[in-house]
């Protein structure tokens, strides 16, 4: 009999992940079953991927860059790669503003419905708001420099949010192998395509869980957002926020379906919809999981194996896009910073529009290594623009819904860029 394909797989759990969440809601069944028995099964299987993801990001990174050999090749791939990364993020942000002001999601919740959502997530908000405003007291105007070094390597290492310090590392010691001698660097880059090849055993032999993964942490969401008694009240600030959803959700199905396609159209052959194929289980986990370094694996397999992108080239350029190419996350930060704008009446002028284009931008990287993602940047654009932090509250009721969606077009976008540096690289 024919094993069953590993993203039909996902998929199936997946659906029958929301079956038994709603059969569980509908029927009264006690939500402290899912969550005590169910969840952390999904928890494990999620913490099983957060575990690999900086040693397979570092050890990949060493792998992919000496392999190339050569600091002119490596200069040339990474300079593709950051261009192409640097405008899928201008994109992602202005289409984002752009649609915001399109839709005009803000103009729909009434005072009443603003006032609601304020007070029951103020506590939420206040949380994120308190982290920025610690960041902004020890912050010194070059600290975003000052980070992109660690202090103590393996302090970082053990920190999945200290992503681009991993990189920036792996990246200089990979300089560093190339430029000494054959004879010493050759047992150094030895020991790490072991443990790299190691790593992607282990990537397989946990992907062979994800189904109950995927099930788990689905069916666990879903009671844990809806709940047995409070559907209703949910039910309604959802519809409220409803059109803003759908801006989020327009805007990342642009970037996924017309822009990624005009790139890939524009610097290769490869059928786009043969590519959404070959990388669909990277995306399903993606989904799932709610995190590019969680996917990086599954993303990395999709393209070696059925794309037949280079390992010099997807270990490079993969973690990089990880760790400075957020574009589901700009599209996003930018919705909901002009969606809070008009729900609160603030007008924003054509010049802040701009800086927020810029902030947004530089946001994903700058705030890579803050605890609270997202939200954290969110609210310190907020407050450099004037908004007040607290509409952060009018937001985070849909939010780890649009958080699966925008990690799915973040994925999307890393393999898009190292499939064009693939193919420009077979030209040379």
Not at 314 to 332: C, E, Q, W
Not at 375 to 396: E, F, K, Q
Request: hydrophobic share 50%; charged share 10%; with cysteine.
């Amino acid at each position: 009999m024919k094993k069953i394909e590993s993203y039909i797989q996902i998929l199936i759990a997946l659906v029958l992940g929301v079956c038994f969440a709603v059969c569980s809601i509908q029927f009264g069944w006690p939500a402290s079953f899912t969550i005590s028995y169910i969840k952390p099964i999904g928890t494990l299987f999620l913490n099983s991927l957060k575990m690999i993801a900086i040693p397979l990001v570092f050890s990949s990174l060493i792998v992919g860059i000496t392999s190339i050999g050569d600091t002119t090749k490596f200069s040339r791939i990474g300079g593709k790669a950051f261009l192409l990364y640097a405008f899928s993020m201008l994109a992602s942000s202005a289409l984002g503003i752009f649609f915001t002001h399109l839709m005009q999601p803000g103009s729909i919740i009434s005072p009443s419905t603003r006032d609601s959502l304020l007070q029951l997530y103020a506590s939420k908000a206040e949380q994120h708001t308190m982290v920025y405003q610690d960041l902004s007291a020890t912050s010194a105007p070059l600290k975003f420099i000052l980070d992109l070094i660690p202090t103590n390597f393996f302090q970082a290492m053990s920190n999945n949010s200290k992503l681009l310090q991993i990189v920036i590392v792996a990246t200089l010691l990979s300089i560093a192998l190339i430029r000494i001698a054959e004879e010493k660097r050759k047992p150094v880059i030895q020991f790490f395509v072991g443990i790299n090849a190691a790593i992607i055993e282990l990537v397989r032999l946990i992907m062979n869980l994800a189904p109950i993964g995927v099930f788990s942490l689905v069916s666990s969401l879903l009671i844990e957002v809806v709940g047995n008694n409070a559907t209703d009240n949910i039910m309604e600030i959802l519809y409220a926020l409803a059109k803003y959803s759908l801006t989020v959700i327009l805007a990342l199905a642009i970037m996924t379906f017309v822009i990624y396609p005009a790139m890939m159209m524009l610097f290769t052959k490869q059928n786009y919809l043969q590519f959404l194929r070959k990388i669909r289980p990277a995306q399903l986990l993606a989904f799932t999981a709610s995190s590019t370094s969680a996917a990086l694996p599954a993303t990395m397999d999709c393209l070696e194996k059925k794309l037949h992108v280079p390992e010099e080239i997807s270990r490079f350029v993969l973690p990089l896009g990880t760790s400075i190419n957020m574009d589901g996350t700009a599209i996003y930060q930018g919705v909901a910073i002009c969606f809070i704008a008009q729900a609160l009446g603030v007008d924003l002028s054509l010049t802040t529009q701009l800086i927020l284009v810029a902030n947004v931008t530089l946001s994903s990287i700058g705030v890579a290594g803050v605890p609270g993602g997202a939200m954290v940047a969110t609210t310190i654009i907020l407050n450099s623009i004037g908004i007040p932090g607290a509409g952060l509250a009018l937001i985070l009721a849909p939010d780890r819904i649009l958080d699966m969606c925008r990690t799915v077009t973040n994925i999307t976008g890393d393999a898009v860029v190292t499939v064009i540096v693939a193919h420009t690289e077979k030209k040379e």
